[in-house]
């Protein structure tokens, strides 16, 4: 097929990539105002795992997201789960979940006892907690605030350590995606260029939809670096790199990148799961090399084998396109 | 040597070595730290700054070759000021993630637009190349600047 001159080819690829979870240790402790404080050692790397994990926080305790804040970046407090293997919104969320859920139980049992609060004698499987307001039976409210003002200690906290089994289960728990790409190629030159791509992921539940496609796409362009580009070459007699600098370790740029569609289905809930989160930013990088692969065969009948899909091996090849050209 | 320039609309007289470059002019003594030192040999675009309305890497650049204005990230959204279009719409678009090559996208942005490059994804794309995102927002940047662009109205 071609188009403009240039040959065309269509491609895909499936990915899948096993869930872990790390151990991790989080505090909740909501204070005198009214306000919570989730207390762990996590890494933010421009991933989005604080807005994630103050998301999760903000929806457990019922309180507004201004009353939630983050510490996360001080060597003495609980050890949270590291960011690695998209495993940490997942493993540090699990254990933050738990803790806000019981904080939200202290505070529950605290509103029924207090003989001052206009929840007294109230079940407090009746309460809810709404955007920092606890509401019970019969128009009968009042705000986590004046609740924990006269709170004894004036703090309700609690450290959930969880995950020391690694997430060991039975049930084996993945990421799935499919990759589909189109490229051009130019039959002279062999010039690929990535024309569009679509992944489809299932992530199992998207906490924050605008975050975890911008990491699906940065994984998909990583994909695509590891398709076409990236590579470190050693100089095996002085054993230094030698390309080890931005002008030559090449990676995708703005120029080589296409429009890219994003598609993220659920999937069915797990019993036995509280959180039926996934990991969202690897599984993007693992597809597209190899639905890039299928794509310049589609578009040459080369059948390249190692990767990076380099100009010199397209050019080395037994189908070469223009001789292919010439002879149809 | 004595060198008397105007950043962002500051005029400042600095006693500095010839040698030094503009992004260690501004980094180092003027305590402007936006624009990074990704690569400091013109790799990356993260150093990326707008003198006398062109876009220049302030690594590549002798801080005493310059005469013409200097505009950082710092000059185009002041500390106590609104958000200048471009940087709003680079947040409205999640048009980075770990934030770090983003001074040097939005100033080139700023640039691109002046250069008119703007008008379309695939003019922004080229035109933004030299700026390098390991995040790899490419998509969500294109989208910013060609908002941004919008926002602008062609001003700066």
């Known amino acids: ?328 | 040597m004595n060198l008397e320039l105007t950043v962002n609309g500051n005029e400042t007289s600095v006693s500095i070595d010839p040698r030094l470059t503009l992004l260690d002019l501004l980094r180092e003594q003027l305590n402007l730290i936006g624009a990074k030192k990704g690569c400091d040999h013109g790799q990356c675009g993260a150093c990326t700054v707008i003198v006398g309305g062109k876009r220049v890497l302030s690594c590549l650049t002798l801080a005493a070759t310059v005469r013409a204005p200097v505009l950082t990230i710092e000059g185009l959204n002041p500390i106590d000021g609104p958000l200048h279009p471009m940087a709003e719409a680079f947040l409205d678009h999640d048009a980075y993630q770990c934030g770090y090559c983003t001074p040097g996208q939005i100033m080139s942005a700023v640039a691109v637009v002046a250069e008119g490059n703007a008008g379309d994804s695939e003019s922004v794309r080229l035109a933004m190349s030299g700026n390098l995102c390991r995040c790899a927002a490419y998509p969500n940047i294109v989208e910013a600047v060609l908002d941004g662009a919008r926002r602008m109205k062609g001003g700066v």
């Not at chain 1, 989005?48 to 983050?70: A, C, F, K, R, W």
């Not at chain 1, 939809?209 to 998909?220: D, E, K, N, V, Y």
């Open chain 1, 1 to 328: 097929m071609r188009r403009d001159g240039r040959l065309i080819g269509y491609g895909m690829a499936t990915s899948y990539e096993p869930c872990f979870r790390f151990p991790a240790s989080v505090k909740v402790a909501l204070g005198r105002d009214g306000k919570a404080v989730i207390a762990a050692t996590i890494a933010e790397m421009g991933q989005g795992i604080i807005t994630g994990l103050h998301s999760l926080g903000v929806e457990t305790l019922g309180l507004s997201p201004s009353d939630v804040t983050l510490d996360t970046s001080r060597t003495t407090l609980p050890a949270g789960a590291g960011s690695i293997a998209s495993t940490g919104v997942y493993s540090n969320g699990l254990s933050l979940v738990e803790a806000a859920k019981t904080v939200r139980a202290k505070l529950l049992a605290f509103a029924v006892r207090n003989t001052a609060s206009p929840l007294y004698g109230c079940r407090s499987d009746e309460l809810a907690v709404l955007n920092g307001i606890v509401v019970g039976p019969a128009e009968k409210s009042e705000s986590v605030a004046a609740l924990m003002a006269r709170h004894p200690t004036g703090v309700i906290s609690k450290t959930i350590t969880s995950g020391r089994d690694f997430g060991s289960s039975k049930l084996k728990k993945s990421t799935f995606g499919a990759i589909f790409t189109e490229v051009s190629i130019d039959p002279a030159t062999l010039d690929v260029r990535i024309e569009r791509m679509v992944g489809a992921f299932d992530c199992g539940q998207i906490l924050e939809p605008t975050i975890a496609r911008s990491q699906l796409i940065g994984g998909m362009i990583w994909g695509i670096g590891h398709g076409l580009f990236e590579a470190s070459h050693l100089d095996t007699r002085t054993g230094r790199w030698t390309n080890a600098d931005l002008g030559e370790a090449l990676i995708a740029t703005q120029g080589d990148v296409p429009p890219i569609e994003i598609i993220t289905v659920g999937s069915e809930r797990n019993a036995g799961d509280a959180l039926f989160l996934k990991g969202v930013s690897e599984i993007g990088v693992i597809g597209p090399a190899p639905a890039i692969a299928n794509a310049i065969f589609d578009a040459t009948g080369q059948r390249l084998r190692s990767l990076p899909l380099r100009i010199d091996d397209r050019v080395m090849s037994d189908n070469q396109p223009s001789l292919r050209g010439a002879m149809s």
